[in-house]
């Protein structure tokens, strides 16, 4: 069955067409480091992770960017209470961001780029929009003249007559919807006050940590909009095949994405452009700004991963999220089946009844009905509530077989061990089999380096009998250990 996918582009479901067989160029859009990542921002990470795997398990070799924004006025707004200045802020968050998603199970992206180190490519890109006529400079700053692009609008639907109707022309620009692609100075105190917290350093103090950059222009700041551009075509290229990002990003920052490219580069940006529906909460979205969110850290500490990737994946990408007590307990009801569902299919596989000459139709029957339909879920649209329910049933089918015989079919209980683990492990990113051990295997690594620093200590001070104990004792557990004129390196072991 052929991937199908919805395209925000064409507003149509279609076939998935990558422009070289082999490989996907996937881009989304990721955080602007201001405040700590919650739900939201977790329902987008996970489906994208579960995109790129599953475009992986297809054959594809993907090459997935996430950025992140480390340059903006609401980081600024944090100054004196999460950092000393903006780049201490954004270093703060982006910490936050990248151990959150470790402890979400995430695959890492080929790359997380940031604002602050590609403002070269960021001012190249405006200086070949200024040179084409469709940006122009006005004191310092430099704007995007959506006027000279003929498709503006084609991606949200938004027209610039109506744009233009909807405001009056004020200030340095010559357009009510033109757009900033680089902005003079430094950030204005008045820009941040309505961001800060009552813990912030007054807005006047806050601004003067605010990065800027020497341009031909002068000294200034990038706009939003061109940022995810320059990042895009330098980490994959002019045109990518999928953009991913929320749906509250199409209007302006998407729309905008699509004009600055095109008219730089007179080609298509992207070919498929997926968003991502927001997580609701009490009636309303989950956002930092409205301070209903629940973080990523506390809710893994409560529920943990499994549970959380099994909540955001039980709804599509596409489809409506509710997060609610109700909501997140039936998701654990939903992990807990699952699990023990695993749990049972390995302990049968590995039973002493487990015959090679015993055989079960019905049971062989329904783990290949379950991986056709979980297949077919992923390839209509990547629909994962769907997939999950194959795996459910799947365990149903299990729980019924293994409760009612004495005697196993091996082969059949080997096939369903493999498909938990391979779909609901390599796919969904949970924890069956080694696919989801990830989180696990980290956590060992840095349990080993701390017993080789202590190893490097007691050899330091002269105690060699008891850094051979510890050598020993790390062997036992499946730990490779050798040293080297650079110190010692160790691998794990297939018990480690």
Known sequence: MTLRVTNTLTGETEPFEPRDPDSVLLYYCGLTTSDPPHLGHARGWVHVDVIARWLEWLGYDVRHVENFTDVNEKIVARVGEDGESEA?????????????????????????????????????????????????????????????FEAYGKLSGQSVEDLQ??????????????????????????????????????????????????????????????????????????????????????????????AQSEAATGQRFADYWLHVRLLETKGEKMSSSLGNFFTVSAAVEEFGPDVLRTFLLSTAYTSRATYSEETIGEAQERWDRLQRGY?????ACDDVDAYATVTHDGLRAAVEDARETFE??????????????????????????????????YVALRRVVETFEEFGGGVLGLAFGES?????????????????????????????????????????????????????????????
């Open 165 to 258: 109707s909807q405001g009056e022309t004020t200030g340095e620009k010559r357009n009510p919807a033109d757009f900033a692609l680089w902005k003079a100075g430094g950030v204005d105190p008045e820009d941040i006050e309505d961001h800060q917290h009552p813990e912030a350093a007054p807005a006047d103090e806050a601004c003067e940590t605010a990065q800027t950059w020497d341009s031909p222009w002068g000294e200034g700041r990038p706009g939003w909009h061109i940022e995810c551009s320059a990042m895009s075509m330098a980490h994959l290229d002019e045109t990518i095949d999928i953009h991913v990002g929320g749906q509250d990003l199409v209007f302006p920052h998407h729309e905008n994405e699509v």
């Open 343 to 347: 749990e049972r299919a390995v302990e």
């Open 376 to 409: 077919a879920a992923m390839n209509d649209d990547f629909n994962t509530r769907e997939a999950m329910t194959a795996l459910l049933d799947l365990t149903g089918e299990v729980n019924a077989y293994v409760d009612d015989r004495d005697e196993y079919d």
């Open 436 to 496: 989801g051990d990830g989180g696990d295997v980290s956590l060992a690594g840095d349990l080993v380096e701390l017993v080789l620093q202590a190893r490097e200590d007691e050899r330091a001070a002269g105690n060699y009998e008891r850094a051979d104990e510890l050598r020993d004792e790390l062997e036992a557990l499946g730990v490779e250990v050798q040293d080297t004129d650079d110190g010692p390196t160790y691998r794990l072991g297939d018990g480690g």
């Open 88 to 148: 201490d802020v954004a270093r703060h968050y982006v910490q936050q961001v990248l151990t959150d998603m470790r402890s979400l199970n995430l695959d890492r992206a080929e790359v997380y780029p940031r604002v602050s180190e590609h403002v070269p490519e960021i001012i190249s890109l405006v200086e070949r929009l200024v040179e084409s006529g469709h940006a122009y400079e006005v004191e310092g700053s430099v704007y995007f003249d959506v006027t000279s």
